[in-house]
């Protein structure tokens, strides 16, 4: 099982839209919302890299509302 992060820029007055669509995506294991630059931070699990990043690019970039990502693959656990 291969896991990633997603950190994810929302546009002003959006982000309930936006998070209630990405937790209802296939492969998203958990989101929270949070402070700082990104307004979310999504894991993401799949069998394989290439199906989380297809995810990524193929479903949760397509929400209206989203403004950018940043993805960050996981390399290991502690």
């Given at each position: ?16 839209e936006?998070?209630?669509r ?18 979310l ?28 990502t ?9």
């Open positions: 099982m291969e896991t990633l992060f997603l950190l994810v820029e929302v546009e002003v007055g959006r982000l309930d936006v998070l209630r990405v937790k209802a995506t296939p492969g998203v294991a958990e989101v929270q919302a949070v402070t700082g630059p990104f307004d931070i999504v894991k993401l699990e799949a069998p394989h890299i290439n199906d989380a990043l297809d995810t990524v690019v193929h479903k949760i970039r397509r929400i209206p509302g989203l403004k950018s940043e993805t960050l693959v996981t390399v290991g656990s502690g």
